[in-house]
């Protein structure tokens, strides 16, 4: 599965910064997503995924003074079905973002308000279904 988006925005009104584009708006994201399920053997209930979101530079304030580079993180998924023990309906997942760990800055609103994107996140699922 995968979407992409092309914005092309800018101030049309305001006297002091038309024609720029306004801060954090990126003009390319995109992402991917796959995700394989086994179905049979040994692994059958197990699904494994993969998949990449990008987000394009931006400009870091109105006036458009410095950029923001472009960045993309990898995630990954782990979950297996718990059907084969007797739950129906019910599984546990492991989903980590930002799988490598990459260090960016995902936005700025001024050259002193920049923020760091998140390291890497592991979270843990249980769903039950009764």
Avoid: I
Wanted: glycine letters at 12%; one cysteine or more.
């Amino acid at each position: 599965m995968g979407s992409y988006t092309y914005t092309d925005a800018e101030y049309t009104t305001d006297t002091t910064y038309k024609g720029n584009t306004p801060a954090q708006v990126p003009k390319h994201m995109a992402s991917l997503w796959g995700d394989y399920t086994f179905f049979d053997g040994p692994l059958s209930g197990l699904t494994l995924g993969t998949g990449g979101r990008f987000t394009g530079s931006s400009y870091g304030d109105p006036a458009n003074s410095f950029k923001v580079g472009s960045y993309t993180v990898v995630d990954a998924l782990v979950r297996y079905d718990l059907a084969r023990v007797g739950m129906a309906g019910s599984n546990v997942a492991l989903h980590v973002n930002n799988l490598l760990d990459r260090e960016y800055v995902a936005s700025c609103f001024q050259t002193y308000g920049c923020f760091w994107g998140a390291e890497r996140q592991v979270v843990a699922t249980a769903t039950f279904r009764f």
